[in-house]
Protein backbone atom coordinates (compact mmCIF):
# COMPACT_ATOMS: atom_id res chain seq x y z
CA UNK A 1 0.00 0.00 0.00
CA UNK A 2 2.85 2.44 0.80
CA UNK A 3 4.81 1.53 -2.18
CA UNK A 4 1.70 2.31 -4.49
CA UNK A 5 0.96 5.60 -2.38
CA UNK A 6 4.77 6.64 -3.21
CA UNK A 7 4.77 5.42 -6.80
CA UNK A 8 1.24 7.43 -7.66
CA UNK A 9 2.95 10.47 -6.41
CA UNK A 10 5.99 10.15 -8.13
CA UNK A 11 4.16 9.71 -11.54
CA UNK A 12 1.76 12.15 -10.49
CA UNK A 13 4.87 14.81 -10.27
CA UNK A 14 5.72 13.76 -13.86
CA UNK A 15 2.67 13.37 -15.48
CA UNK A 16 3.41 16.13 -18.41
CA UNK A 17 6.53 14.19 -19.07
CA UNK A 18 4.89 10.57 -19.14
CA UNK A 19 2.14 12.37 -21.22
CA UNK A 20 4.64 14.14 -23.86
CA UNK A 21 6.86 10.74 -23.84
CA UNK A 22 3.32 8.40 -25.19
CA UNK A 23 2.46 10.95 -27.33
CA UNK A 24 6.19 10.96 -29.28
CA UNK A 25 5.92 7.20 -29.23
CA UNK A 26 9.09 6.90 -26.68
CA UNK A 27 8.20 3.86 -24.78
CA UNK A 28 11.53 2.72 -23.72
CA UNK A 29 11.45 6.42 -21.90
CA UNK A 30 8.04 5.61 -20.40
CA UNK A 31 9.01 2.30 -18.97
CA UNK A 32 12.59 4.01 -17.63
CA UNK A 33 10.33 6.51 -15.67
CA UNK A 34 7.78 4.02 -14.46
CA UNK A 35 10.31 1.78 -13.35
CA UNK A 36 12.89 4.05 -11.81
CA UNK A 37 9.22 5.34 -9.64
CA UNK A 38 8.83 2.06 -8.76
CA UNK A 39 12.32 1.13 -7.75
CA UNK A 40 12.35 4.56 -5.67
CA UNK A 41 8.72 3.62 -4.16
CA UNK A 42 9.43 0.10 -2.85
CA UNK A 43 13.11 1.34 -0.86
CA UNK A 44 11.07 4.01 0.53
CA UNK A 45 8.13 1.81 1.34
CA UNK A 46 10.81 -1.11 2.80
CA UNK A 47 12.37 1.94 5.24
CA UNK A 48 8.90 3.29 6.32
CA UNK A 49 7.98 1.63 10.03
CA UNK A 50 4.94 -0.50 10.28
CA UNK A 51 1.81 1.13 12.20
CA UNK A 52 2.04 -0.77 15.77
CA UNK A 53 -0.86 -3.32 14.78
CA UNK A 54 0.59 -4.53 11.58
CA UNK A 55 3.89 -5.14 13.12
CA UNK A 56 2.39 -7.76 15.63
CA UNK A 57 0.23 -9.51 12.92
CA UNK A 58 3.08 -12.62 12.11
CA UNK A 59 0.72 -13.15 9.27
CA UNK A 60 2.64 -10.36 7.11
CA UNK A 61 6.26 -11.10 7.75
CA UNK A 62 6.10 -13.52 4.48
CA UNK A 63 4.37 -10.78 2.81
CA UNK A 64 7.23 -8.44 3.68
CA UNK A 65 9.71 -10.75 2.31
CA UNK A 66 8.09 -11.31 -0.71
CA UNK A 67 8.14 -7.89 -1.18
CA UNK A 68 11.82 -7.54 -0.78
CA UNK A 69 12.86 -10.60 -3.05
CA UNK A 70 9.76 -9.05 -5.84
CA UNK A 71 12.56 -5.34 -4.80
CA UNK A 72 15.47 -7.72 -5.84
CA UNK A 73 14.00 -8.88 -8.80
CA UNK A 74 12.67 -5.80 -9.83
CA UNK A 75 16.51 -3.91 -9.43
CA UNK A 76 18.10 -6.97 -11.15
CA UNK A 77 15.98 -6.90 -14.25
CA UNK A 78 14.60 -3.36 -14.60
CA UNK A 79 17.30 -2.36 -16.91
CA UNK A 80 16.91 -5.20 -19.44
CA UNK A 81 13.13 -4.80 -19.51
CA UNK A 82 13.26 -0.69 -20.03
CA UNK A 83 15.12 -1.28 -23.00
CA UNK A 84 12.25 -3.52 -24.80
CA UNK A 85 12.11 -1.28 -27.23
CA UNK A 86 15.42 -0.51 -28.61
CA UNK A 87 15.64 -4.63 -28.53
CA UNK A 88 12.68 -5.39 -30.66
CA UNK A 89 13.74 -2.20 -33.24
CA UNK A 90 17.50 -3.87 -32.87
CA UNK A 91 16.53 -7.48 -33.45
CA UNK A 92 13.96 -6.45 -36.66
CA UNK A 93 16.68 -3.91 -38.31
CA UNK A 94 19.58 -7.09 -37.60
CA UNK A 95 17.16 -9.75 -39.18
CA UNK A 96 16.28 -7.21 -41.94
CA UNK A 97 19.66 -6.81 -43.32
CA UNK A 98 20.68 -10.55 -42.96
CA UNK A 99 18.14 -11.76 -44.79
CA UNK A 100 17.16 -8.51 -47.38
CA UNK A 101 19.16 -10.41 -50.14
CA UNK A 102 17.78 -13.52 -50.11
CA UNK A 103 15.62 -15.45 -52.48
CA UNK A 104 13.87 -18.28 -50.61
CA UNK A 105 12.88 -18.98 -46.73
CA UNK A 106 15.58 -21.79 -46.41
CA UNK A 107 18.06 -19.02 -47.05
CA UNK A 108 16.93 -16.96 -45.06
CA UNK A 109 16.60 -19.12 -42.22
CA UNK A 110 20.08 -20.88 -42.46
CA UNK A 111 21.81 -17.33 -43.48
CA UNK A 112 20.26 -15.94 -39.94
CA UNK A 113 21.64 -19.24 -38.20
CA UNK A 114 25.10 -18.41 -38.79
CA UNK A 115 25.15 -14.86 -38.61
CA UNK A 116 22.62 -13.42 -36.72
CA UNK A 117 25.05 -14.41 -33.44
CA UNK A 118 28.14 -12.44 -34.39
CA UNK A 119 26.01 -9.21 -36.84
CA UNK A 120 23.78 -9.05 -33.73
CA UNK A 121 26.93 -8.80 -31.11
CA UNK A 122 28.47 -6.24 -33.56
CA UNK A 123 25.32 -4.23 -33.42
CA UNK A 124 24.86 -3.57 -30.01
CA UNK A 125 28.16 -2.98 -29.36
CA UNK A 126 27.99 -0.06 -31.67
CA UNK A 127 24.56 1.37 -30.88
CA UNK A 128 23.48 0.23 -27.82
CA UNK A 129 23.74 2.94 -24.68
CA UNK A 130 22.22 2.67 -21.54
CA UNK A 131 20.01 5.53 -20.50
CA UNK A 132 22.13 7.99 -18.21
CA UNK A 133 19.80 7.42 -14.80
CA UNK A 134 21.17 3.65 -14.78
CA UNK A 135 24.78 4.89 -15.40
CA UNK A 136 24.56 7.00 -12.85
CA UNK A 137 23.08 4.70 -10.62
CA UNK A 138 25.66 2.32 -11.29
CA UNK A 139 28.28 4.56 -10.44
CA UNK A 140 26.97 6.12 -7.46
CA UNK A 141 26.14 2.81 -6.12
CA UNK A 142 29.64 1.31 -6.35
CA UNK A 143 31.63 4.77 -5.62
CA UNK A 144 29.68 5.56 -2.33
CA UNK A 145 28.20 2.17 -1.48
CA UNK A 146 31.02 -0.02 -1.95
CA UNK A 147 34.01 2.43 -2.54
CA UNK A 148 34.72 0.80 -6.01
CA UNK A 149 35.39 2.67 -9.16
CA UNK A 150 33.42 1.94 -12.11
CA UNK A 151 36.17 2.54 -14.44
CA UNK A 152 39.42 0.47 -14.26
CA UNK A 153 41.30 3.11 -15.25
CA UNK A 154 40.77 5.43 -11.72
CA UNK A 155 41.24 4.32 -8.27
CA UNK A 156 38.85 5.75 -5.99
CA UNK A 157 40.74 7.90 -2.84
CA UNK A 158 39.73 9.38 0.10
CA UNK A 159 37.60 12.56 0.60
CA UNK A 160 36.57 12.88 -3.24
CA UNK A 161 40.15 12.32 -4.33
CA UNK A 162 40.54 9.92 -6.87
CA UNK A 163 43.83 8.49 -8.90
CA UNK A 164 44.60 7.05 -11.98
CA UNK A 165 44.39 2.95 -11.85
CA UNK A 166 45.06 0.89 -15.25
CA UNK A 167 44.31 0.57 -18.56
CA UNK A 168 44.79 1.80 -21.85
CA UNK A 169 45.57 5.85 -21.99
CA UNK A 170 46.66 7.71 -24.62
CA UNK A 171 50.04 8.18 -25.05
CA UNK A 172 50.35 10.96 -28.16
CA UNK A 173 48.50 11.04 -31.42
CA UNK A 174 47.51 7.71 -32.91
CA UNK A 175 49.56 5.91 -29.75
CA UNK A 176 47.52 4.33 -26.98
CA UNK A 177 48.95 1.74 -24.61
CA UNK A 178 48.00 0.15 -21.01
CA UNK A 179 49.39 1.33 -17.94
CA UNK A 180 49.30 -0.52 -14.43
CA UNK A 181 49.90 2.85 -11.86
CA UNK A 182 48.81 0.74 -9.09
CA UNK A 183 51.74 -1.62 -9.39
CA UNK A 184 53.59 0.83 -9.84
CA UNK A 185 52.79 2.73 -6.86
CA UNK A 186 53.13 -0.25 -5.08
CA UNK A 187 57.02 -0.68 -6.37
CA UNK A 188 56.07 -4.41 -7.92
CA UNK A 189 57.53 -2.99 -11.50
CA UNK A 190 60.64 -1.42 -10.44
CA UNK A 191 63.13 -0.78 -13.56
CA UNK A 192 66.20 -3.06 -14.57
CA UNK A 193 70.15 -2.26 -15.08
CA UNK A 194 69.40 -2.61 -18.55
CA UNK A 195 66.48 0.10 -18.82
CA UNK A 196 68.25 2.61 -16.19
CA UNK A 197 71.28 2.51 -19.11
CA UNK A 198 68.75 2.91 -22.24
CA UNK A 199 67.10 6.08 -20.05
CA UNK A 200 70.68 7.48 -19.45
CA UNK A 201 71.78 6.63 -22.73
CA UNK A 202 68.59 8.40 -24.66
CA UNK A 203 69.05 11.60 -22.69
CA UNK A 204 72.70 11.77 -23.04
CA UNK A 205 72.13 11.85 -26.52
CA UNK A 206 69.29 14.12 -26.85
CA UNK A 207 71.86 16.55 -24.72
CA UNK A 208 74.87 16.42 -27.01
CA UNK A 209 72.75 16.53 -30.12
CA UNK A 210 71.53 19.38 -29.05
CA UNK A 211 74.64 20.76 -27.89
CA UNK A 212 76.28 20.28 -31.30
CA UNK A 213 73.74 22.50 -32.68
CA UNK A 214 74.12 25.21 -29.83
CA UNK A 215 71.09 24.65 -27.99
CA UNK A 216 70.44 23.34 -24.26
CA UNK A 217 68.41 20.72 -22.86
CA UNK A 218 66.78 20.63 -19.50
CA UNK A 219 65.00 17.15 -18.59
CA UNK A 220 61.91 17.40 -16.38
CA UNK A 221 60.20 14.83 -14.45
CA UNK A 222 56.34 15.24 -13.27
CA UNK A 223 54.94 12.76 -10.57
CA UNK A 224 51.62 12.07 -10.95
CA UNK A 225 49.18 12.88 -7.90
CA UNK A 226 49.28 9.95 -5.63
CA UNK A 227 52.86 11.29 -5.34
CA UNK A 228 51.71 14.74 -4.32
CA UNK A 229 48.38 13.39 -2.31
CA UNK A 230 49.15 9.53 -1.23
CA UNK A 231 47.47 10.64 2.42
CA UNK A 232 44.04 10.46 -0.10
CA UNK A 233 45.11 7.48 -1.44
CA UNK A 234 42.84 4.11 -0.31
CA UNK A 235 44.17 2.62 2.70
CA UNK A 236 44.80 -0.54 0.77
CA UNK A 237 47.67 1.38 -1.66
CA UNK A 238 49.07 3.11 1.39
CA UNK A 239 51.38 0.01 2.25
CA UNK A 240 54.32 1.05 4.23
CA UNK A 241 56.10 -1.93 2.99
CA UNK A 242 56.09 -1.51 -0.87
CA UNK A 243 58.93 -1.56 -2.69
CA UNK A 244 60.78 1.27 -4.77
CA UNK A 245 58.56 2.92 -7.56
CA UNK A 246 59.62 4.05 -10.55
CA UNK A 247 59.74 7.17 -10.41
CA UNK A 248 61.85 7.71 -7.34
CA UNK A 249 64.15 4.89 -9.00
CA UNK A 250 64.48 7.14 -12.49
CA UNK A 251 64.60 10.59 -10.15
CA UNK A 252 67.70 9.19 -8.12
CA UNK A 253 69.35 7.45 -10.87
CA UNK A 254 69.08 11.07 -13.32
CA UNK A 255 70.24 12.71 -10.46
CA UNK A 256 73.52 10.72 -9.50
CA UNK A 257 74.18 8.97 -12.83
CA UNK A 258 73.45 11.22 -15.92
CA UNK A 259 74.66 14.23 -17.30
CA UNK A 260 72.11 16.21 -17.80
CA UNK A 261 70.55 19.08 -16.52
CA UNK A 262 67.54 17.10 -14.43
CA UNK A 263 64.36 18.56 -12.46
CA UNK A 264 62.54 16.62 -10.36
CA UNK A 265 59.41 17.95 -10.02
CA UNK A 266 58.46 16.05 -6.58
CA UNK A 267 59.91 18.22 -4.21
CA UNK A 268 59.00 21.67 -4.81
CA UNK A 269 55.61 20.63 -5.38
CA UNK A 270 55.78 19.15 -1.86
CA UNK A 271 56.75 22.12 -0.44
CA UNK A 272 54.52 24.41 -1.98
CA UNK A 273 51.81 21.93 -0.49
CA UNK A 274 53.15 22.06 2.29
CA UNK A 275 53.54 25.85 2.28
CA UNK A 276 49.57 25.90 2.30
CA UNK A 277 46.92 24.19 2.14
CA UNK A 278 44.84 25.76 -0.13
CA UNK A 279 44.64 25.70 -3.16
CA UNK A 280 45.61 22.52 -4.03
CA UNK A 281 47.53 21.96 -6.71
CA UNK A 282 46.01 19.40 -8.42
CA UNK A 283 42.61 18.82 -9.49
CA UNK A 284 40.74 16.24 -6.93
CA UNK A 285 39.32 14.25 -10.05
CA UNK A 286 40.95 14.78 -13.01
CA UNK A 287 44.67 13.51 -12.59
CA UNK A 288 46.20 16.62 -14.16
CA UNK A 289 47.50 19.04 -11.74
CA UNK A 290 45.68 22.79 -11.88
CA UNK A 291 46.81 26.10 -12.90
CA UNK A 292 48.20 26.99 -9.37
CA UNK A 293 49.99 23.50 -9.46
CA UNK A 294 51.39 24.33 -12.61
CA UNK A 295 53.01 27.83 -11.89
CA UNK A 296 54.78 26.09 -9.20
CA UNK A 297 55.93 23.60 -11.77
CA UNK A 298 57.13 26.69 -14.18
CA UNK A 299 58.42 28.61 -11.07
CA UNK A 300 60.52 25.48 -10.51
CA UNK A 301 61.96 25.44 -13.86
CA UNK A 302 62.84 28.96 -14.12
CA UNK A 303 65.05 28.62 -11.05
CA UNK A 304 66.65 26.16 -12.68
CA UNK A 305 67.48 27.94 -15.78
CA UNK A 306 68.74 30.97 -13.61
CA UNK A 307 71.12 28.76 -11.78
CA UNK A 308 72.28 26.64 -14.66
CA UNK A 309 72.09 29.60 -17.48
CA UNK A 310 72.75 33.03 -16.06
CA UNK A 311 73.58 34.76 -19.20
CA UNK A 312 69.39 34.60 -20.31
CA UNK A 313 68.99 37.08 -17.37
CA UNK A 314 66.05 35.39 -16.67
CA UNK A 315 63.49 36.78 -13.56
CA UNK A 316 62.19 35.11 -10.98
CA UNK A 317 58.66 34.23 -11.26
CA UNK A 318 56.46 35.57 -8.48
CA UNK A 319 52.39 34.27 -7.20
CA UNK A 320 51.90 38.00 -6.54
CA UNK A 321 52.35 38.77 -10.26
CA UNK A 322 49.07 37.00 -10.81
CA UNK A 323 45.43 37.43 -9.40
CA UNK A 324 43.97 34.11 -8.66
CA UNK A 325 40.63 33.66 -10.24
CA UNK A 326 38.78 30.39 -8.12
CA UNK A 327 35.64 28.72 -8.78
CA UNK A 328 34.87 26.76 -6.17
CA UNK A 329 31.33 25.24 -7.47
CA UNK A 330 32.48 23.55 -10.14
CA UNK A 331 32.96 19.74 -11.69
CA UNK A 332 35.41 18.32 -14.31
CA UNK A 333 32.70 17.25 -16.74
CA UNK A 334 34.72 15.18 -19.09
CA UNK A 335 35.90 13.09 -15.91
CA UNK A 336 32.79 12.20 -14.55
CA UNK A 337 31.14 11.50 -17.99
CA UNK A 338 34.26 8.88 -17.97
CA UNK A 339 33.41 7.54 -14.08
CA UNK A 340 29.56 7.48 -14.71
CA UNK A 341 29.19 10.13 -12.09
CA UNK A 342 26.18 12.42 -12.69
CA UNK A 343 28.33 16.61 -12.71
CA UNK A 344 25.18 18.14 -11.06
CA UNK A 345 26.03 16.27 -7.53
CA UNK A 346 30.16 16.66 -7.34
CA UNK A 347 30.68 20.32 -7.96
CA UNK A 348 32.72 20.66 -5.11
CA UNK A 349 35.98 20.92 -7.20
CA UNK A 350 37.54 24.48 -7.28
CA UNK A 351 38.62 25.94 -11.05
CA UNK A 352 41.26 28.29 -10.92
CA UNK A 353 42.55 31.01 -13.72
CA UNK A 354 45.39 32.85 -13.48
CA UNK A 355 45.43 36.30 -14.57
CA UNK A 356 48.45 38.65 -14.84
CA UNK A 357 48.51 42.23 -13.10
CA UNK A 358 49.27 45.00 -15.28
CA UNK A 359 52.58 46.06 -14.89
CA UNK A 360 53.96 43.02 -14.97
CA UNK A 361 56.19 40.96 -17.57
CA UNK A 362 53.13 39.66 -18.94
CA UNK A 363 51.77 43.14 -20.51
CA UNK A 364 54.03 43.13 -23.44
CA UNK A 365 52.88 38.73 -24.25
CA UNK A 366 50.56 38.78 -27.44
CA UNK A 367 48.48 35.70 -26.55
CA UNK A 368 47.74 35.75 -22.75
CA UNK A 369 43.44 35.24 -22.75
CA UNK A 370 41.95 38.53 -21.63
CA UNK A 371 40.53 36.00 -19.21
CA UNK A 372 43.55 34.82 -17.67
CA UNK A 373 45.93 31.49 -18.24
CA UNK A 374 43.03 28.57 -18.10
CA UNK A 375 42.07 25.88 -20.27
CA UNK A 376 42.21 27.36 -23.80
CA UNK A 377 43.62 25.83 -27.04
CA UNK A 378 47.08 27.64 -27.79
CA UNK A 379 46.67 29.59 -31.38
CA UNK A 380 49.37 28.20 -34.16
CA UNK A 381 51.41 29.86 -36.30
CA UNK A 382 53.74 28.38 -38.96
CA UNK A 383 57.39 28.16 -38.35
CA UNK A 384 59.62 28.28 -42.16
CA UNK A 385 62.45 26.36 -42.91
CA UNK A 386 65.36 27.58 -44.84
CA UNK A 387 64.17 25.58 -47.57
CA UNK A 388 61.18 27.12 -47.83
CA UNK A 389 58.86 24.69 -46.57
CA UNK A 390 56.42 25.23 -43.73
CA UNK A 391 55.43 23.66 -40.31
CA UNK A 392 52.50 24.12 -38.24
CA UNK A 393 53.33 24.21 -34.55
CA UNK A 394 51.92 26.15 -31.61
CA UNK A 395 53.52 29.07 -30.54
CA UNK A 396 52.83 32.09 -28.44
CA UNK A 397 55.01 35.38 -28.88
CA UNK A 398 56.17 38.13 -26.48
CA UNK A 399 58.84 40.67 -28.24
CA UNK A 400 60.05 41.80 -25.10
CA UNK A 401 60.95 38.28 -23.55
CA UNK A 402 64.82 37.96 -22.62
CA UNK A 403 65.34 34.58 -24.38
CA UNK A 404 64.83 34.68 -27.90
CA UNK A 405 63.36 31.21 -28.14
CA UNK A 406 62.07 28.30 -25.92
CA UNK A 407 60.83 25.08 -27.17
CA UNK A 408 58.87 22.90 -25.12
CA UNK A 409 58.89 19.37 -25.71
CA UNK A 410 55.90 17.25 -23.26
CA UNK A 411 52.31 16.02 -22.23
CA UNK A 412 49.77 17.82 -21.36
CA UNK A 413 50.80 18.71 -17.91
CA UNK A 414 53.77 20.96 -19.71
CA UNK A 415 50.75 22.12 -21.82
CA UNK A 416 49.65 23.79 -19.48
CA UNK A 417 52.76 25.67 -18.51
CA UNK A 418 52.92 26.87 -22.05
CA UNK A 419 51.27 30.66 -20.97
CA UNK A 420 53.81 31.23 -18.09
CA UNK A 421 56.68 30.87 -20.47
CA UNK A 422 55.60 33.55 -22.37
CA UNK A 423 57.33 36.40 -19.67
CA UNK A 424 61.01 34.43 -20.78
CA UNK A 425 60.75 33.47 -24.43
CA UNK A 426 59.95 35.59 -26.99
CA UNK A 427 58.97 32.36 -29.13
CA UNK A 428 57.47 29.37 -27.17
CA UNK A 429 57.01 26.35 -29.02
CA UNK A 430 55.53 23.51 -27.92
CA UNK A 431 55.10 20.14 -29.60
CA UNK A 432 53.35 17.25 -27.73
CA UNK A 433 55.69 14.19 -27.51
CA UNK A 434 56.77 11.37 -25.53
CA UNK A 435 57.85 7.91 -27.51
CA UNK A 436 59.50 9.96 -30.17
CA UNK A 437 62.26 13.25 -30.58
CA UNK A 438 60.83 15.63 -33.23
CA UNK A 439 64.25 16.44 -34.70
CA UNK A 440 62.61 18.17 -37.88
CA UNK A 441 61.35 20.85 -35.74
CA UNK A 442 65.13 21.57 -35.87
CA UNK A 443 64.97 22.25 -39.22
CA UNK A 444 62.10 25.32 -38.99
CA UNK A 445 63.47 26.76 -35.99
CA UNK A 446 66.87 26.45 -33.88
CA UNK A 447 65.72 27.23 -29.92
CA UNK A 448 68.10 28.47 -27.05
CA UNK A 449 66.96 26.22 -25.25
CA UNK A 450 64.50 22.70 -25.26
CA UNK A 451 62.50 21.47 -22.46
CA UNK A 452 61.21 18.21 -22.15
CA UNK A 453 58.94 16.52 -19.59
CA UNK A 454 57.63 13.73 -19.01
CA UNK A 455 54.61 12.43 -16.48
CA UNK A 456 55.43 9.54 -14.28
CA UNK A 457 52.63 7.28 -15.87
CA UNK A 458 54.77 7.09 -19.49
CA UNK A 459 57.60 6.25 -18.00
CA UNK A 460 55.85 2.79 -17.30
CA UNK A 461 56.73 2.60 -20.97
CA UNK A 462 59.80 0.79 -22.27
CA UNK A 463 62.61 3.52 -22.11
CA UNK A 464 62.73 5.98 -25.14
CA UNK A 465 64.91 5.65 -27.90
CA UNK A 466 66.48 8.36 -30.47
CA UNK A 467 66.88 8.83 -34.20
CA UNK A 468 69.86 7.18 -35.72
CA UNK A 469 71.65 10.35 -36.24
CA UNK A 470 71.96 11.14 -32.54
CA UNK A 471 74.84 8.61 -31.21
CA UNK A 472 77.55 10.32 -33.70
CA UNK A 473 77.32 13.66 -31.40
CA UNK A 474 76.85 11.96 -28.40
CA UNK A 475 79.84 9.18 -28.84
CA UNK A 476 82.04 12.28 -29.79
CA UNK A 477 80.98 14.62 -27.28
CA UNK A 478 80.97 11.68 -24.13
CA UNK A 479 84.49 11.07 -25.03
CA UNK A 480 85.68 14.62 -25.65
CA UNK A 481 84.00 15.31 -22.05
CA UNK A 482 85.84 12.59 -19.88
CA UNK A 483 89.81 13.42 -20.81
CA UNK A 484 90.15 13.21 -17.08
CA UNK A 485 88.84 9.11 -16.91
CA UNK A 486 91.32 7.78 -19.37
CA UNK A 487 91.52 3.87 -19.11
CA UNK A 488 93.79 3.00 -21.14
CA UNK A 489 96.13 4.17 -24.31
CA UNK A 490 97.24 1.99 -27.29
CA UNK A 491 99.56 2.72 -30.28
CA UNK A 492 99.98 1.33 -33.16
CA UNK A 493 102.45 -1.20 -32.17
CA UNK A 494 100.04 -2.64 -29.94
CA UNK A 495 97.79 -4.17 -32.19
CA UNK A 496 97.81 -7.44 -33.07
CA UNK A 497 97.95 -8.50 -37.49
CA UNK A 498 96.89 -10.92 -39.34
CA UNK A 499 95.39 -11.59 -42.82
CA UNK A 500 92.70 -13.29 -44.94
CA UNK A 501 92.68 -13.78 -48.44
CA UNK A 502 91.00 -10.22 -48.91
CA UNK A 503 90.95 -8.39 -45.55
CA UNK A 504 93.71 -7.28 -42.66
CA UNK A 505 92.58 -7.78 -39.51
CA UNK A 506 93.74 -6.01 -36.17
CA UNK A 507 92.50 -6.96 -33.21
CA UNK A 508 93.52 -5.19 -29.51
CA UNK A 509 93.55 -6.78 -26.07
CA UNK A 510 91.77 -5.57 -22.88
CA UNK A 511 93.03 -7.02 -20.32
CA UNK A 512 92.53 -6.31 -16.33
CA UNK A 513 90.29 -3.87 -17.10
CA UNK A 514 87.47 -3.30 -14.38
CA UNK A 515 84.18 -4.61 -15.03
CA UNK A 516 81.50 -1.62 -15.96
CA UNK A 517 79.40 0.20 -12.94
CA UNK A 518 75.92 -0.35 -13.54
CA UNK A 519 75.38 3.24 -14.18
CA UNK A 520 78.89 3.87 -16.31
CA UNK A 521 79.28 4.47 -20.06
CA UNK A 522 83.10 3.53 -21.53
CA UNK A 523 83.35 5.46 -25.07
CA UNK A 524 86.72 4.55 -26.94
CA UNK A 525 88.87 6.48 -30.08
CA UNK A 526 89.94 4.25 -32.94
CA UNK A 527 92.40 6.66 -34.90
CA UNK A 528 92.34 4.54 -38.40
CA UNK A 529 94.26 5.89 -41.48
CA UNK A 530 92.61 4.21 -45.08
CA UNK A 531 94.35 3.75 -47.83
CA UNK A 532 90.82 4.25 -49.89
CA UNK A 533 87.77 4.67 -48.83
CA UNK A 534 85.20 1.52 -47.23
CA UNK A 535 83.44 0.19 -44.64
CA UNK A 536 85.24 -1.52 -41.29
CA UNK A 537 83.48 -3.53 -38.88
CA UNK A 538 84.23 -3.82 -35.04
CA UNK A 539 83.53 -6.50 -32.86
CA UNK A 540 83.85 -7.14 -29.12
CA UNK A 541 84.26 -10.41 -27.44
CA UNK A 542 84.86 -11.51 -23.53
CA UNK A 543 87.56 -13.44 -22.66
CA UNK A 544 85.38 -16.79 -23.26
CA UNK A 545 85.49 -15.22 -26.93
CA UNK A 546 81.43 -14.57 -26.60
CA UNK A 547 80.80 -11.48 -29.16
CA UNK A 548 78.78 -9.12 -27.29
CA UNK A 549 78.56 -6.37 -29.72
CA UNK A 550 79.11 -5.28 -33.52
CA UNK A 551 79.03 -2.49 -35.92
CA UNK A 552 79.89 -1.58 -39.57
CA UNK A 553 81.44 2.29 -39.62
CA UNK A 554 82.50 3.99 -42.80
CA UNK A 555 85.79 4.68 -43.47
CA UNK A 556 87.17 8.40 -46.08
CA UNK A 557 90.45 8.50 -47.69
CA UNK A 558 93.05 9.83 -45.51
CA UNK A 559 92.53 9.64 -41.16
CA UNK A 560 89.47 8.46 -39.38
CA UNK A 561 88.23 9.18 -36.34
CA UNK A 562 86.51 6.50 -34.61
CA UNK A 563 84.03 6.49 -31.49
CA UNK A 564 82.40 3.36 -30.32
CA UNK A 565 80.83 2.68 -27.25
CA UNK A 566 81.56 -0.63 -24.89
CA UNK A 567 78.24 -3.05 -24.03
CA UNK A 568 77.83 -3.38 -20.54
CA UNK A 569 79.11 -6.87 -20.20
CA UNK A 570 83.26 -7.33 -19.63
CA UNK A 571 84.86 -6.90 -22.93
CA UNK A 572 88.45 -8.61 -23.30
CA UNK A 573 89.40 -7.63 -26.96
CA UNK A 574 88.21 -5.72 -29.88
CA UNK A 575 88.38 -7.03 -33.44
CA UNK A 576 88.91 -4.06 -36.37
CA UNK A 577 88.50 -6.01 -40.05
CA UNK A 578 87.46 -4.49 -43.35
CA UNK A 579 83.94 -5.51 -44.63
CA UNK A 580 84.75 -7.88 -47.07
CA UNK A 581 83.78 -6.34 -50.49
CA UNK A 582 84.24 -3.02 -49.58
CA UNK A 583 87.79 -2.30 -50.62
CA UNK A 584 88.55 -1.27 -47.42
CA UNK A 585 92.65 -1.12 -46.67
CA UNK A 586 93.24 0.46 -43.40
CA UNK A 587 96.18 0.69 -40.49
CA UNK A 588 95.24 1.98 -37.12
CA UNK A 589 96.95 4.87 -35.51
CA UNK A 590 95.97 4.81 -31.96
CA UNK A 591 93.58 3.21 -29.32
CA UNK A 592 92.08 5.11 -26.34
CA UNK A 593 89.26 3.82 -23.86
CA UNK A 594 87.36 5.99 -21.46
CA UNK A 595 85.21 6.26 -18.88
CA UNK A 596 82.44 8.60 -17.36
CA UNK A 597 83.18 7.38 -13.90
CA UNK A 598 86.69 7.35 -12.15
CA UNK A 599 88.38 4.55 -12.97
CA UNK A 600 91.05 3.49 -9.78
CA UNK A 601 93.20 1.19 -12.28
CA UNK A 602 94.39 2.92 -15.08
CA UNK A 603 96.99 1.32 -18.16
Given at each position: ????????????????????????????????????????????????????????????K??????????????????????????????K??????V???????E??????????????????????????????????????????????????????Y??????????????????????Y???????????????K??????????????????V?????????????????????????????????????????????????????????????????????????????????????????????????????????????????????????????????????????????????????S??????????????????????????L??????????????????????F???????????????N????????????????????????????????????????????????????????N??????N????????????????????????????????????????????N?????????????????????????I????????????????????????????????
Amino acid sequence: MYAILVALFFLACIHQKLTADIDAGKWQNVLTRVGLSGIISFFLAWRLEFPAQLSLNKSLKPLLGFGISTLFLVVIFFPLVSQTSFLAKSVKEVVHNIVKDQNSKFENFSILLKKFPQTYSEYTTKKFVLPKSFIHLNALVKVYGLGLSPNNNVAVGKTGFYFEGFGANRVEKGIVENFDNIADYMGQIPFSAGELRQWKKALEERKYWLKEQGVEYVFVLVPTKAFVYPEKLPNNLQNRNKGETRYDQLSRFLDTSVDVHFINMLPPLLSAKKEKNYPLLFYKTDFHWNFYGAFVAYQTIIDKLREKFPQFNLVHPDISEFELLIDEHWAHRRFMNMVGLPESLHKNEHYIKMLPKVGGRYDEAHDIPSAGIFDVILPKRSIVGIDGKAMDISLILNPKAPIRSILLLGDSFLEKCVYFFSADGQRVLNYRTIVNFPEEILQYEKPDIVIQEILNMFILRPPPQNPLGFSTAYLKGKFLDNAEHKICTRSSNDFFSRRNSKNSIFEIQLPNIPDMAVAEVRIAKVALRAVQAGKLEVQMYSSDNILYKKSQHDLVTGLNDLYVELPAEPIARIVFSGVEGSGSLFIPVVFELRSDHAIETTQ
